[in-house]
């Protein structure tokens, strides 16, 4: 019997081996695919950047207030470099920095992690605390859900703009961050085209994010989101909150929920139609100009009672 066992057993893990050395195969290739064709679309400059996808950082003459503007996950500056113009030229000085592995190759993305792109951003914050005494933290994405950990950590904030911040996440993500490890090896990239993103199709065409993320980066996004909305009971600044009732991957009910939670006194929601997940860039783009504004002059001016 211990003999036949053995005559069952040892093709069985020969298949085993040979599958998984075909799965592993697979993602080799699949791997190089994504390297390639994000390569060919997104041609890196001589400081290790994707053309375009620089840190912004644009000073006013007289300026009595920072703007710190954070992008979104797997994104660049340039989906906030129009907002960061139009906040310059309302007189504020505006620092947009690039977070840690993006806007560089899909490798090194792929590379980075949550904590490295909260320390960059809370860089950025203290850089301009150093500069300003009056601060404002403005969030797109993953970039709002880190100005939140951020501002529930400053009581002396100005204000914090959340732009469709990502506070929450779909169960079907939260189960591919547990099988992260296994997927990984036959699926190192995921995504898709994000075309629901952005509804603009000019602003689509411009875009560089880079279509694909890991599971493993997806698993940082969700810690990212859960570290964010524990702490916003903790978030005293004024608030302005704007999603779009279209946004592809935030529910208007998760918007009411994240607002309901933010224990500022000052606190305002905003939901507009006609444009995606990228609000910055997307149709909406003007709107959302205006409404951080005039936002920031209310606070600023005192007269910004907000809205519950």
């Known amino acids: 019997m211990h003999v036949l066992a053995m005559a069952f057993a040892v093709p069985a893990i020969a298949a085993v081996v040979v599958l998984v050395a075909i799965l592993w195969g697979a993602g080799i290739l699949q791997r190089r695919r994504y390297d390639r064709l994000v390569g060919s679309r997104f041609p890196i400059g001589p400081l290790g950047i994707i053309r375009g996808a620089e840190p912004i950082a644009l000073a006013a003459d007289g300026a009595s207030m920072g703007v710190v503007l954070l992008h979104g996950f797997g994104d660049t500056p340039q989906t906030v470099a129009s907002l960061a113009r139009a906040l310059r030229d309302r007189g504020y000085d505006v620092d947009a920095p690039l977070l840690p592995g993006h806007g560089r190759t899909l490798a090194e993305f792929a590379k980075s992690k949550g904590s490295e ?33 951020i501002a529930a950590d400053d009581a002396t904030l100005t204000a914090l703009v959340l732009l469709a ?27 898709g085209d994000g075309t629901q993103s952005i509804h603009d199709p000019a602003a ?34 004024p608030t302005l909150y704007v999603q779009s009732r279209e946004d592809n991957r935030l529910t208007p009910e998760v918007a009411a929920r994240a607002f309901a939670s933010i224990g500022a006194r000052t606190k305002r929601l905003e939901m507009l139609s006609g444009c995606g997940h990228v609000l910055t860039v997307d149709f909406c783009r003007d709107r959302v100009a205006q409404l951080v504004i005039d936002f920031l002059a209310g606070v600023a001016s005192g007269n910004e009672k907000g809205t519950a």
């Not at 506070?167 to 997927?183: G, N």
């Not at 411009?206 to 903790?234: I, N």
């Open 117 to 149: 792109w909260l320390v960059e951003a809370r860089r950025a914050h203290a850089s301009m605390r150093a500069r300003h005494s009056r601060v404002a933290l403005v969030g797109l994405s993953l970039g709002g859900a880190l100005a939140a950990s």
């Open 165 to 191: 911040p990502y506070l929450d996440t779909p169960p079907w993500m939260r189960v591919l961050t547990h099988a992260a490890p296994a997927i990984g090896v036959v699926m190192p990239y995921v995504g």
């Open 204 to 237: 689509r065409a411009e875009a560089l994010a880079y279509g694909a993320t890991t599971p493993q980066l997806v698993r940082e996004l969700v810690r990212a989101a859960d570290a964010a909305r524990a702490a916003l009971p903790r978030v005293t600044a």
